[in-house]
């Protein structure tokens, strides 16, 4: 069955340095989606992505991120100057339409900044 | 803005027995999805079952079965003879459907421990 994968699966940056999440969606949808878990909280949305461009944001996707479709298969989180509370779990999902499929979601990068 | 509600921080069952878990949500919107979804030890989100708002039947996935009481705005999930591999943290999630926001709208979760 396919699958969304995302990499790495653990990443430790240092405050203040940028970091890239990278996801693979499921190659025949088109709808890509970020949420984050914070340690012990609930799975917030970040942003969702169609036709090269973002679709809608949380307030949480602020200008500190970004995200990017640079090629017909991976989809890119960017955090700029990390910070202490970026530290937490992000997950890539996708889905085949907006509506009427439901969002399946990569295993996760565990993000840790020091 | 929609919210959910999952009430039971922990729940604990023995294996083979039925556990269910609660889900209430808010919201002004008659056509919306809800969703299960099953997050074990190693962290990725499984969907377990879906439930569109204007069907009125509940939902069922082999051993996974909801209550969807509309009016209530009320969403529990069933599991009958749990198994170990039911362990895991359980999310009910809200989407709009029509012409809404994009993204789920999680609840905290319910860790569910069964016991051998």
């Known amino acids: 069955e396919p699958e969304v994968t995302q990499t790495p699966s653990h990443q430790v940056t240092q405050m203040g340095q940028e970091v890239i999440l990278r996801c693979v969606p499921i190659?025949?949808?088109?709808?890509f989606y970020w949420y984050r878990q914070i340690l012990g909280q609930k799975v917030e949305f970040l942003v969702s992505?169609?036709?090269?461009?973002?679709?809608?944001k949380s307030e949480i996707f602020d200008d500190q991120f970004s995200v990017e479709r640079p090629d017909g298969s991976n989809f890119t989180l960017k955090i700029r100057s990390t910070k202490l509370e970026d530290s937490a779990m992000y997950f890539c999902?996708?889905?085949?339409?907006?509506?009427?499929?439901?969002?399946?979601f990569g295993d996760g990068t565990r993000l840790s900044i020091l | 803005a929609q919210t959910v509600t999952q009430s039971q921080p922990e729940m604990s069952v023995q294996e083979a027995e039925t556990v269910t878990l609660s889900c209430t949500y808010d919201?002004?919107?008659?056509?919306?999805?809800l969703f299960w979804y099953k997050q074990p030890p190693s962290r990725q989100m499984i969907l377990v079952i879906r439930?569109?708002?204007?069907?009125?039947q509940n939902a069922t996935e082999n051993r996974f079965s909801v209550n969807f009481q509309k009016a209530a705005k009320s969403f529990s999930l069933k599991i009958s003879d749990s198994q170990l591999g039911d362990a895991a943290m359980y999310f009910c999630?809200?989407?709009?459907?029509?012409?809404?926001?994009?993204?789920?709208?999680f609840g905290k979760g319910t860790h569910l421990i069964i016991q051998p």
């Open positions: 999902a996708s889905s085949g339409d907006r509506i009427n499929q439901p969002q399946h």
């Open positions: 190659s025949n949808h088109l709808y």
């Open positions: 992505f169609y036709n090269n461009e973002i679709s809608e």
């Open positions: 919201t002004s919107e008659s056509d919306y999805y």
């Open positions: 439930q569109e708002a204007y069907k009125q």
């Open positions: 999630a809200y989407r709009s459907r029509a012409g809404g926001a994009d993204g789920l709208t």
